[in-house]
């Protein structure tokens, strides 16, 4: 059998498992729901909200780490949750509780994926970071909702790894598994972000953040945002993405105010944010 043929019978098996419900999509947890709604309605105030988020202390302890970092704080320390949320902001509290809450995905997986799991955290944070400090000094964009799009945007290959725990061609067979992720996870993806009733510009995060042609005449959108983020991780890495002979092609340098002065000017960036990134990636582990 080919692995065209292996990769097509995997998605089939994995398809049944979702349809007959062996196989769930990973639940936005349980906390970051219950805020994306408090915050959703106009009667709620930040005594409500905190009220919430205490119910989850170590959330709560979180909460009022960032707003007492070299990001957010202000004159005087905050001591409490609901100093933490005024000091904050409602949309960017909502932003952040659910970026922390979805560390738990990340856990508690076998053996034979743990360290996978783990690596795509790291990636997925790292990536975060990055997408936090573009949409800080692009006009049109929430800093905050740079780093949920970051930490979402890989989301369908950790179901695929849930799955490939049970699935034996996909335990044995590294090649396949590697070839199964870069064929199924946008699309995997896509599915669990909807089924969190996030919005379509974050469904397009996981779609299209590595559809490196896409769009050349538009706005730059969230997907764009993590699109360059990635970017900057293949220049660390000093690689190329797969069809790409080089950087200066790609429609998104067009759409960027940051690529308008000078490609150099997006490394003095990334040099200069370098501690801003570090302090996010420490608050995000």
Known sequence: ???????????????????????????????ANRVQRAVSQSDYNAS???KIIQTDIPLSGRLIQVANSPLYQGAVPVEHCQAAIIRLGMKTVKNLVASFSLRRLYTKKS?????????LWKHSVKIGAISFTLARITPGFDPERAILAGLIHEIGELLILQFAESNDDLKKDKELLDDFILSYKFKLGALIVKQWRFDQALIDVVLSSEDWFRNPSEKPDYADVIMVSHIQEY????RLPLGVSSFEELPVYEKFPVFKLGDHAFKELMLESKDEIAELQRLLK
């Not at 059998?1 to 498992?17: F, N, P």
């Not at 053996?111 to 690596?119: D, G, L, N, P």
């Not at 220049?235 to 000093?238: I, P, S, Y």
């Open 48 to 50: 409500d909200i905190a």
């Open 235 to 238: 220049r660390v890495k000093n």
């Open 111 to 119: 053996a034979t994926s743990r360290i996978r799991v783990e690596q």
């Open 1 to 31: 059998m080919s692995l065209a043929e292996k990769k097509k019978t995997v998605y089939l098996e994995l398809k049944t498992q979702l349809l007959e419900k062996k196989l769930k999509l990973p639940g936005l947890p349980n906390i």
